[in-house]
């Protein structure tokens, strides 16, 4: 599915990608955070439906400068100031650029940005946007990707470029940006949607054990990437029990874009992903879910036990949630169940929007 329009907004020690899959006045804005070793174009698989309902719009957040030049050679960048045209849009005589494109008067142009115009540009490899290995610098050492940093550069990005309320959606670490940003900024958030999420870890103890954990992930991923992404990949999390496949060539192709996704990626970057926003280095957020007023679904599969206790825990401490479990279908539900995905997607928002009826669907197994 061609993208409408593409945003870069450059903050001081990293870049955040928006990418805009519909503009319908009457569709409500869907905002998409991915999961850990994940990308924004993993949802791609879902756009054709969501964009029947929402203004989809999927979101990467980039330490340092790096992506930059991933960027397709005749895609014209002007650090901070908003409109990236699509690669595969530009001749697509039906894309239309954003006229509302607001320019970031903070935003540090980006040394290595390039102008449409200069020649130099023409001996830079090409390649798709994000379809070339990561090779981007890693964040200064006194830079961490804390949740408070994280939600304000979000924030600011999307105050600019799309409009005041939105849902959002974000997958394992995705759900936990959104729910962090849900926090900070509770009256920009028209409803949550979190799949496999959860809300930190409570005991201080546990949360420095989590830490210590994820300090020898982070050094496997510098030292062998491949090793760990095999070994990330035997994660008991991933594992659907008795899977009945309804539609194997969306799954089959799902799982393999993401995999593609996941080789590609800078393993500095990884581990500092892992280090600075791991589970255990997140402030855990259970005593403010009561501040949070919006509709709240989270979704888990039945094949993840753990998560599924996680989501039962947390449902209670909202003032308005409900936990739905997707069988088929284990910590990636996107990927494992699309179609029951998509329908309590359209169900929820459904609700949301009639105000007679219950704001979420009711708790239970689909």
């Known amino acids: ?36 070793l994940g990308a924004g174009d993993q949802f791609r698989h879902l756009l054709p439906e969501l964009s029947e309902i929402t203004n989809p719009v999927t979101v990467d957040i980039i330490p340092d400068s790096g992506l930059l030049s991933s960027l397709k050679s005749n895609t014209y960048l002007r650090a901070g100031t908003g409109l990236i045209p699509d690669p595969n849009a530009i001749s697509d005589p039906n894309a239309i650029p954003d006229p509302n494109a607001i320019s970031d008067p903070n935003a540090i142009p980006d040394p290595n940005a390039t102008s449409d115009s200069d020649p130099k ?62 926090v900070q900024y509770p009256d920009h958030v028209s ?27 982070a050094a496997k991923i510098r030292s062998d990437y491949h090793a760990f992404l095999e070994e990330w990949e035997r994660n008991p999390l991933f594992m659907v029990l008795d899977r009945i496949q309804s539609r194997p060539h969306i799954l089959t192709d799902a799982c393999s874009h993401l995999r593609s996704i996941q080789q590609r990626q800078n393993p500095d970057q990884m581990a500092r992903w892992l280090t600075d926003f791991g589970t255990g280095s997140m402030p855990p957020l259970h005593d403010e879910l009561q501040n949070i007023t919006c509709p709240v679904l989270l979704i888990t599969g039945e094949s993840d ?27 990636r539900v996107h990927i494992d169940a699309p179609d029951a995905y998509l329908s309590l997607i359209q169900e929820y928002l459904s609700d949301c929007d009639q105000p007679e009826k219950p704001a979420t669907p009711q708790s239970g197994i689909l």
């Open 305 to 331: 036990r753990k998560f599924c206790e996680i989501a039962a825990e947390m449902e209670p401490l909202f003032p308005d949630a409900c936990h739905r479990t997707v069988p088929q279908a284990a910590h």
């Open 1 to 36: 599915m061609l993208a409408i329009a593409k945003h870069i907004i450059t903050l001081n020690d990293f870049h955040l990608h928006l990418t805009h899959y519909g503009k319908e006045p009457d569709l409500p804005d869907l905002l998409l955070l991915h999961g850990f």
């Open 191 to 217: 409803g949550l949607l979190l799949e496999s999420g959860t809300a930190g870890i409570a005991d201080p103890e546990a949360r420095k054990e989590r830490r210590a954990a994820d300090a020898i992930q």
């Open 121 to 182: 540009q023409d001996h830079e490899p090409k390649s798709e946007f994000g379809s070339a290995p990561r090779t981007d610098p890693v964040p200064k050492p006194d830079f961490k990707l804390e949740a408070s940093l994280l939600t304000a550069g979000l924030q600011k990005a999307i105050a600019n470029f799309i409009r005041p309320r939105m849902f959002v959606l974000g997958y394992s670490m995705g759900a936990r940006l959104a729910l962090s940003w849900a």
